[in-house]
């Protein structure tokens, strides 16, 4: 008795997405072109529940401070696995620091957003239900996206007439600012005032109002993100009204997704639906 009460109140807090087949046979692609730049393709990794149900989607942006880091390694969500709960899920590779200076990482992601918009139909996407995850330097960038839109950066990489928009963001052992952050340097634009360029991409400073349904999770004992800016960042979050939750461990480290975020990230989703 006791374990079937555990399991239903389990699968009331973590559904299978709206709409979903939970029986539908899972499709899975990798090395997906969702835009070009430079000559070359921009790659991700994409799986999906078969069948015409309409599906939310989930975008994966890796950390790895701008330099590194891939779709496939622990910073990202495995696409297998979110496409199981009911998503479309992807997750993306693009252009590090090393060898395409910022914005370029974020002006990947913002290209990923408008593919996946371009491609709604084909794939049976509900374009009210797109949810984006970040770890690190991926945090980042998703949480600049829930504070600051495409932050008036160019529209770059193809599908620049598509819609660019998402429901809520999760953002994991984030940084919020860049110009207090000891690896905040590696965001150098190749001109202007860098100072002002990292305020720019900073997400704690464009907090408003209108800022996206955002999930904060960092842990205390974080050696790379001093835990001090997730703590600034919920904080504005909650004065601004933002729908916000901050999930604060004390001994998790640098996070990756791990089956806590997993669960974490699965829940606010679930309560961000429910609050239409």
């Known amino acids: 008795m006791r374990i079937a009460l555990i399991a239903v109140v389990v699968s009331v807090l973590l559904p299978a997405a709206a709409g979903a087949q939970p029986s539908a046979p899972v499709v899975t692609k990798t090395d997906v ?101 970040g770890q690190s330097a991926g945090g980042q960038m998703v949480s600049l996206f829930a504070t600051a839109g495409e932050a008036g950066f160019p529209r770059t990489g193809g599908w620049e007439k598509a819609r660019s928009d998402v429901r809520a963001v999760i953002s994991v052992a984030a940084t919020y600012e860049l110009n207090t952050l000891s690896w905040g340097n590696l965001w ?28 904060v999770i960092h842990s205390d004992d974080d050696k790379s993100v001093p835990v001090q800016q997730a703590n600034d960042m919920a904080a504005k979050l909650k004065a601004s009204g933002v729908q916000t939750r901050y999930v604060h461990y004390t001994d998790k480290g640098h996070m990756g997704i791990t089956d806590d975020v997993i669960r974490e990230a699965r829940a606010f989703i679930a309560e961000v639906e429910q609050k239409k």
């Open 33 to 133: 072109i969702y835009g070009r730049v430079e000559g070359s393709a921009l790659l991700a990794n994409i799986a999906y529940p078969d069948g015409p149900a309409l599906k939310p989607a989930i975008i994966s942006v890796h950390g790895g401070r701008w330099r590194a880091g891939n779709r496939a390694d622990a910073s990202s969500i495995k696409v297998t696995q979110w496409a199981e709960f009911g998503y479309f899920a992807m997750s993306i590779d693009y252009r590090l620091v090393g060898g395409s200076p910022a914005p370029a990482p974020y002006v990947d992601m913002l290209t990923a957003i408008r593919w996946l918009h371009a491609h709604a139909d084909e794939y049976r996407i509900d374009p009210e239900r797109v949810y984006l995850i």
């Open 188 to 215: 150098t634009p190749v001109s202007g005032n860098v100072e002002e360029a990292r305020r720019h991409a900073s997400p704690v400073h464009h907090v408003s109002a209108t800022t996206k349904p955002l999930l």
